[in-house]
């Protein structure tokens, strides 16, 4: 069975400062997809991220980064520099090749960024 | 160009009604996707259609669940005889397929439908 485990349920930090979000996954298939989505007062869930398991480069673009190691199965989130527009929930989700694309979601992280 | 829409974006129901939830994807996109999202909790995944074909509703909590994508675009999500456990958002998402299938390709979701039975 996949599983999603997100443990950072609430984060509160002041404006500039970096916050790391955590995912761990479980999977025992060896192909497999990384992402992270971005869900605003609003509602709709923003798509930020997708890594594919045979890639284990980090990535930047702009004051966001992911880190993924599958040493650890983990895939976190870093964003620099936070800003109040950051204050959103902020999903890790996994989904396998060859289920179709559903997603397992993890229990989202609720990021508050204080001015 | 437009996005996935969902509508009503709010529906209360009586405990025992009926309900109809319509999703419009994205044109074009072929695989459109269903999930239910418990008040603080993820998104869970409910079922999933490529063009009109039901391929998955592994994750329908019962039979009053049901879905449809008659013509390979609108999707309809009904439940029947609603319980109170019913009460959720309801997230509609479609994606265009992929080479690697639709487990590689990005998700757009909908603004959500959100019942409450009382």
């Known amino acids: 069975a996949q599983k999603v485990t997100q443990a950072q349920t609430e984060i509160s930090v002041v404006e500039k400062e970096d916050v790391t979000l955590d995912c761990v996954y479980e999977t025992r298939d060896t192909t497999y997809y990384l992402f992270w989505y971005k869900q605003p007062p609003s509602g709709e869930l923003v798509f930020l991220i997708r890594r594919n398991s045979f890639d284990e480069q980090n990535e930047i673009s702009g004051r966001y980064s992911w880190n993924f190691q599958k040493s650890t199965s983990s895939f976190n989130f870093t964003i620099t520099a936070s800003q109040v527009v950051d204050s959103a929930v902020y999903f890790c989700a996994l989904s396998v090749y060859n289920q179709g694309g559903k997603l397992i979601f993890g229990q989202g992280t609720e990021l508050s960024v204080k001015p | 160009g437009a996005g996935v829409s969902q509508s009503p974006r709010y529906k209360v129901a009586k405990r025992g009604q009926d309900v109809a939830l319509r999703c419009d994807p994205i044109s074009g996109h072929v695989s459109l996707f269903w999930y239910q999202q418990a008040l603080g909790q993820g998104p869970e995944f409910l079922t999933y259609?490529?063009?009109?074909?039901?391929?998955?509703k592994s994750g329908l909590p019962s039979d009053r669940f049901f879905a449809e994508r008659p013509e390979g675009s609108v999707s309809t999500l009904k439940i029947q005889r609603t319980q109170q456990e019913d009460s959720a958002v309801y997230l509609c998402?479609?994606?265009?397929?992929?080479?690697?299938?639709?487990?590689?390709?990005?998700?757009?979701f909908g603004p959500g439908t959100r019942l409450t039975v009382l």
């Open positions: 998402a479609s994606s265009p397929q992929g080479l690697a299938g639709s487990s590689y390709n990005e998700q757009f």
């Open positions: 259609f490529q063009n009109e074909a039901q391929l998955d």
